[in-house]
């Protein structure tokens, strides 16, 4: 469905810092998830994915970790570089052969250098 | 590999004229299509998918409109744009859980 809202959410850091962007997901019956990321003018593309029978998944200077205890899922992503910079969004995709994924707002990474 | 196509890539229409955005995707056969639309600022929101050729499901009443003449392509339509109807569309594809999006296409309805 639609993430509403007038201002996303904004993450400013410094080259070489690590970055932590956090998502917090709705349905409890979700057992799957997805980050993207945005740059401007194009389209998300897809980063790291994670099931719910896996509490951290790593890739190439992203970790992605699920907490679904809190229903919380967060993505770090290690030495950031300017390039970096862009939307970064979570999915939450409910089980049982539904492929509608639910977006989240988005937060918007800023990287200076 | 698969690749997802869209075009335009911008487009510039006045109140009240039609639309065709198209949508291909090269690389699989019977993909899930869908069709979002992105306001300035925000999220994601569904306007239309299909699991197959002929098959759409609305998401969202409004007066667009979605076609799947053939398997890998989705085309998004409108008689009358509306200055609402302004914003980035963006196609996906699927086989499973994950969605693969395409460049996209920033209308302005003027």
Redesign the interface.
């Known amino acids: ?8 959410p904004t993450l400013s850091v410094q080259e070489g810092d690590n970055s932590i962007i956090n998502c917090a997901y709705s349905n409890s019956a979700s057992d ?1 998830f ?1 980050w ?1 990321k945005q740059e401007s ?6 980063i790291i ?1 994670i099931r719910s029978n896996m509490d951290k998944r790593q890739g190439q200077r992203v970790t992605v970790l699920l907490n679904k205890t809190v229903k919380h899922l967060s993505l770090q992503i290690a030495a950031t570089q300017p390039g970096d910079s862009a939307v970064y ?1 979570c ?1 939450e ?1 409910r089980g049982g052969g539904s ?3 639910t ?4 937060t918007s990474l800023i990287v200076h250098p | 590999s698969q690749t997802i196509h869209q075009w335009p890539a911008t487009l510039v229409q006045p109140v009240g004229s039609p639309l065709s955005l198209e949508c291909t995707v090269e690389g699989t056969s019977n993909p899930n299509l869908y069709w979002y639309r992105q306001a300035a600022g925000r999220g994601l929101q569904l306007l239309f998918y299909s699991v197959g050729i002929g098959q759409i499901s609305s998401e969202v009443p409004q007066n667009l409109s979605a076609s799947r003449p053939q398997d890998r392509q989705f085309i998004l339509s409108s008689k009358k744009l509306l200055l609402s109807d302004s914003g980035f569309y963006l196609c996906a594809w699927s086989l499973g859980d994950t969605q693969y999006f395409g460049p996209g296409t920033r209308l302005t309805v003027l």
Do not use: M, T, W
Request: hydrophobic content about 30%; overall charge neutral; cysteine-free.
């Open positions: 469905g639609e993430s509403v809202g007038l201002h996303l799957y997805i993207y003018g194009k389209g998300p593309q897809f994915d969004f999915a995709n492929y509608i994924p977006f989240g707002r988005g």
